[in-house]
C-alpha cells in the first residue's frame, strides 16, 4: 500500500496558521513525523491560503524537500499554483491532481509533458462526479488512454474514483468499492487512489469509519491511499487487512507491527493522541 500522508492540508487549521506565519517547525515536524510512520509521498496543499497560495508553496517546496527525502504529492485545483509548485520541485513530484474537464486538461498537459511527474487522475469532468461504477470506469479508461498516449508508465498513474461522504449519500461508499474494482479488473497495471477520510464527512466517530473502509477497499484491490499515517489504528487495520488478504508473505509485515506495538506501550489505545 502507497500511502499520501494528508496531514500537510490547508483546510486544517492548525496548517493554515502555520503557513499563513511561515512556521517552519512545524511543517518540518508534520512531514517528518508521517515519513517516520511509513508514508511514501508528502502532500502538501495551501489553496485556502488564496492570493498567498503560490508564494506559500514556493517557500514551503524547498523547505520540505531540504528536509526529508520523500518526493511531494502537490495538491492544488490552481493550474497557476502548479506550475510553479513542478518548477520549484526537484525530482520527480506527484501531481495531485488532474480532472478530466477541457479547462483543466489544457492547463496540465503541457505541465505534464514539461515536467513528467507522477499524476493523480480524478473520475472527474464537466458532468460532475461520476453517478455509476461504469461510469467512473469508462472515465479512468479515458484518463488513462490519455496519459499512456502522452508517453506516462501504467505504473505511475493513480486513478482516484473520488470518495463522497455516506454522510450526504449512503449508496457512495459501494458506488467507490464497486468502481475500485472494475478499475483494477479493466485496468490492473494502473494505480488506483483515493482521499479516504472524505466517506466520513460530517459524521461522528470518522476515524473508525475511515478505517474500515480502507479495509473494504484493500479487499477490492485499492493501490493507494490519501491518509493520516499518524492514526496507529489506521496502521493496525492496514496491516490486519493486508494479512488476511494474503498480500503479507509470511505475515511478516503484520507481526513485525504487532511487536513494535507493544514495545511502544500503545497496544489497545483506544484513540491516538489527537492534536491540531
Ligand atoms: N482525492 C485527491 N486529493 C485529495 C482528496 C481526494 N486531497 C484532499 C483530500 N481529498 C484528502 N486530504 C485530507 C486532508 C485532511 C483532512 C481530510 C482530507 C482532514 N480533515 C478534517 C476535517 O475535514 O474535518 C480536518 C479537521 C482538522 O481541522 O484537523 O484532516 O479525495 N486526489
Not at 496543499?45 to 517546496?61: C, F, G, K, Q, V
Not at 480532472?99 to 486538461?105: M, N, S
Not at 464527512?201 to 499518524?230: E, K, M, V, Y
Amino acid at each position: 500500500m502507497i500511502i499520501v500522508g494528508e496531514r500537510l492540508n490547508s483546510s486544517r487549521k492548525s496548517v493554515l496558521e502555520a503557513l499563513e506565519r511561515r512556521d517552519e517547525q512545524f511543517l518540518l515536524d508534520q512531514a517528518a513525523n508521517q515519513e517516520r510512520a511509513g508514508a511514501s509521498y508528502i502532500d502538501i496543499n495551501a489553496a485556502a491560503l488564496m492570493d498567498a497560495e503560490t508564494p506559500t508553496l514556493r517557500w514551503a517546496i524547498p523547505l520540505l524537500q531540504k528536509n526529508i527525502r520523500l518526493p511531494l504529492s502537490l495538491d492544488t485545483p490552481n493550474p497557476e499554483a502548479m506550475e510553479a509548485a513542478l518548477k520549484i520541485h526537484k525530482g520527480r513530484a506527484l501531481l495531485n491532481s488532474l480532472a478530466g474537464d477541457a479547462k483543466c486538461l489544457q492547463a496540465l498537459i503541457p505541465l505534464i509533458r514539461d515536467f513528467k511527474p507522477r499524476v493523480i487522475a480524478l473520475c472527474l469532468d464537466e458532468n460532475g462526479p461520476p453517478e455509476s461504477s461504469d461510469c467512473a470506469l469508462f472515465r479512468a479508461e479515458k484518463m488513462a488512454n490519455l496519459l499512456v498516449r502522452e508517453g506516462m508508465s501504467s505504473e505511475d498513474i493513480f486513478i482516484d474514483p473520488l470518495v463522497r461522504p455516506i454522510g450526504v449519500d449512503s449508496n457512495s461508499g459501494v458506488l467507490f468499492l464497486e468502481s475500485v474494482e472494475k478499475i483494477k479488473k479493466n485496468l490492473p497495471d494502473i494505480k488506483t487512489i483515493a482521499g479516504l477520510s472524505n466517506i466520513s464527512f460530517g459524521l461522528p466517530q470518522r476515524r473508525q469509519l475511515n478505517r474500515t473502509f480502507l479495509a473494504l477497499a484493500l479487499s477490492r484491490g485499492l493501490d493507494a491511499a490519501i491518509c493520516d499515517p499518524l492514526d496507529e489504528e489506521l496502521q493496525a487495520t492496514l496491516h490486519a487487512a493486508q494479512a488476511l488478504l494474503g498480500k503479507d508473505p509470511s505475515l511478516k509485515k503484520y507481526l513485525k507491527a504487532v511487536r513494535e506495538t507493544i514495545k511502544s506501550g500503545t497496544e489497545g489505545r483506544s484513540r491516538p493522541p489527537q492534536s491540531g
